[in-house]
């Protein structure tokens, strides 16, 4: 069965920097894309980064230039490196794979197929 888990959330100052991981077990790995989501309290969920089998990568508008996605098919992980973190980054932090990955609904989470349990992200300043 597939599972995918999260680390490396934690409080942080605004300013500062965190690398998220996820983990994923299961199948095989490097075949597929991956994304990371995150969720405010009271707020939908909403698309982050995303990177396709072939290492292209998508961000949103929100998190580009700050974030970065990457992946390392060997240790079947994928990062989301967070700089320049602010106060409304605060949320849960979700990883998803997506079998039939493809720039098309990049940014839906219905088009993910499996989540992680997430990791808190808290802006302590």
């Known amino acids: 069965q597939v599972q995918l888990v999260e680390s490396g959330g934690g409080l942080v100052q605004a300013g500062g920097s965190l690398r998220l991981s996820c983990v994923a077990s299961g199948r095989t790995f490097s075949t597929y894309g991956m994304g990371w989501f995150r969720q405010a309290p009271g707020k939908e969920r909403e698309f982050a980064a995303a990177?396709?089998?072939?290492?292209?990568?998508y961000y949103a508008d929100s998190v580009k230039g700050r974030f970065t996605i990457s992946r390392d098919n060997a240790k079947y992980t994928v990062y989301l490196q967070m700089n320049s973190l602010k106060a409304e980054d605060t949320a849960v932090y979700y990883c998803?794979?997506?079998?039939?990955?493809?720039?098309?609904?990049?940014?839906?989470?219905?088009?993910?197929?499996?989540w992680g349990q997430g990791t808190q992200v808290t802006d302590s300043s």
């Open positions: 998803a794979d997506r079998t039939r990955f493809s720039a098309v609904g990049v940014t839906a989470a219905g088009r993910y197929d499996r």
């Open positions: 990177i396709s089998s072939g290492g292209t990568t």
